[in-house]
Structures are given as C-alpha cells and as structure tokens.
C-alpha cells in the first residue's frame, strides 16, 4: 500500500514510499487531496463512505475532458450539497443528462446502451460509469488518442472500450451474473475489486474521501506511462504498415488468436527455427502458434508479415492459448 510520487508532480512533495501505518501518512494524503483541489472552479458530486469501481471510474472519465480535469470531487449525500455540483454520479436518485445528473439507483431506472443508442446491442443496466461513457465517451477517447470523435477508428475503439472494459464495471456494480447458460457479458479486468481493495479497512483512521481524492491524483502519473506506450506501438504500426486501416491498437483481452503464427514454425527455436522460416534472428514460436519471438524488429515484423500473407487455413487456424 505504498505510493512513490515522482520529482515534479505538481504541487505535491517529492516522498519517497509512505506506507499507511507509517507518522505522517494522514497528513500526507490530505496534503494530496488539498493539491489536487487547489485549482478548481467546477464540481462533481458522487457519494460519500465506501467508493466503488463504477463512480471511480466515472469520475476519471470525467476528469480527462478540459471542462472538467480541474473540477473538485465532492463525495456526499447531502441534497443540498449535490445541488451545487456541477455534475453528479452514482447518486441523489435522479437520471437527467440536461441537468448533468447520472445516478442509476433509482427503482425507476432501468436503462442500458442499447435503450439510451437503440444502435448498439448491449443490454446490461447501466451504472454510473456507463451512464457517463455513453454521454461522454466520445469526448474522452477523442480527447486522449486526439481521433476526430466522428471518426471510423474512434467509433470502433468507443465500441471496444464498452464491450470489454466498461460493461463490465456496469454489471459488477449492479450485481448481475455474468453466467447463466451462455455469458452475458467479458470480464477482462476484475476492477471493481481491485478498487474495492483500495477502501480503508475497517479500524482504519483514514477517510476514504482522501483515498479517494489521492488515488485520482496518483492515477494522473499512469495515465501518462500508459499513454506513453500506446503511442509507441501506434507508431510502430502506422510506419511499418503504412496508412492502410488494416490494424487497430485494441484495448482488450482475448484468449483466442484471430491469425495464429504459421503451423510449421510452432515448437521450433533459435537457429532451427531462423533456418526453416529464412528469417534471421529468429527464438522462438510457441507449439500453439499464438506467441513468437525474434531479436529484432525487422525480424519480428517479418513472422507477421509472412503469417498475414499466409492467411487463414486448416493448418494456420486459430489457438486458444
């Protein structure tokens, strides 16, 4: 339970790892969550005690747009005090997107993407972290990969994002069972209970609204690794494949190889293997076809290459793996 923040995060001081337990940790995560407020002009509400996944998660969505990435998060259940916010998520009993209002709590509420985008099949009720990706979604993703939000890439990439990550959050929250028969919906993640983790125990001297507050700071730090990594591998795309739109970077988990390495190169390594295919540098191919290696790039990209040429057949099919 340690955080590290890096020299030069802000406003917030350069620590070294602070566990909870340790003197001082208390006020050092209000002296987080002052940091994080010190700017804001806007507000979101959410609800006070124990945070889930899907406010969390609607929250973060949230403070990826420009209107709102200064916003302060205000977590209670007082009415009046919802009445100021800006926005409110995931409670106050009340769905209204022209009154930027998303709470699914209600006994009346019963929507899903499909009701609210009759376009789109998914049928799973919404939580909040839904609620604010079908409204905002378009804006996130067009305002992290910097797409045009009507754009065929984004549109595929907003669909992704729902089938196997967000829905999955939606019905964790509303305690749907993924299995009855034939699954309902992916599970690629198990978030909601990782964040669920990340509430304060029991007999814990620490708010859970400084977790709360802390943790969208920290989350700040990832975001900026992890979007460091998809644009390499963007790049890595675009320049070896030109700019047909053959390839897309996927967000996802899948156990099935859509195209898997050749049958002949599987289960063979190292020299033996770089003398069959005629690729140089080669390591490996794994005996099910759907990992390999190769001490280059140029290397690598050649296996795709001549695997994508080969294309689809009974001795190249696909692999679970």
């Not at 063979?268 to 099910?288: K, M, Q, T």
């Amino acid at each position: 339970y340690g955080f590290h923040f890096p020299a030069g995060l802000g406003t917030l001081p350069t620590l070294g790892y602070i566990t909870r337990g340790a003197p001082g940790y208390r006020g050092y995560m209000q002296s987080a969550k002052r940091a994080c407020l010190e700017i804001s002009t806007m507000k979101i509400g959410t609800h006070s005690g124990s945070f889930h996944c899907d406010e969390v998660l609607a929250c973060y969505f949230l403070k990826q747009l420009p209107q709102y990435q200064d916003a302060e998060i205000v977590r209670t259940r007082d009415p009046v005090v919802l009445e100021q916010c800006d926005i409110v998520v995931d409670v106050g009993g009340v769905f209204d997107p022209k009154k930027h209002r998303y709470d699914h709590h209600q006994r009346s509420f019963v929507e899903t993407f499909n009701s609210l985008c009759p376009e789109k099949p998914w049928v799973t009720k919404l939580s909040s972290a839904g609620l604010v990706y079908v409204h905002f979604g378009r804006q996130v993703l067009s305002h992290l990969t910097h797409l045009q939000e009507d754009s065929r890439e984004l549109g595929i990439l907003y669909d992704k994002m729902y089938e196997n990550f967000v829905e999955e959050v939606d019905a964790v929250d509303n305690g749907i069972s993924q299995c009855d028969g034939e699954a309902r919906y992916t599970v690629t993640t198990s978030l909601s209970a990782r964040v669920g983790y990340l509430n304060p125990r029991w007999n814990s001297s620490l708010e859970a609204s400084d977790i709360f507050s802390s943790n969208l700071c920290l989350s700040a730090v990832a975001k900026k690794t992890i979007k460091n990594i998809i644009m390499m591998k963007m790049a890595l795309i675009r320049t070896s494949l030109g700019k047909e739109e053959q390839v897309f970077p996927l967000l996802y988990r899948i156990s099935t190889s859509e195209l898997s390495l050749l049958e002949e190169w599987r289960g063979v390594r190292d020299d033996a293997l770089s003398e069959l295919s005629g690729i140089s540098s080669c390591i490996f191919v794994h005996s099910s076809g759907f990992i390999g290696g190769n001490k280059t790039k140029e290397g690598a990209l050649e296996m795709a290459r001549r695997t994508l040429q080969a294309g689809p057949n009974p001795g190249n099919a696909s692999n679970g793996c």
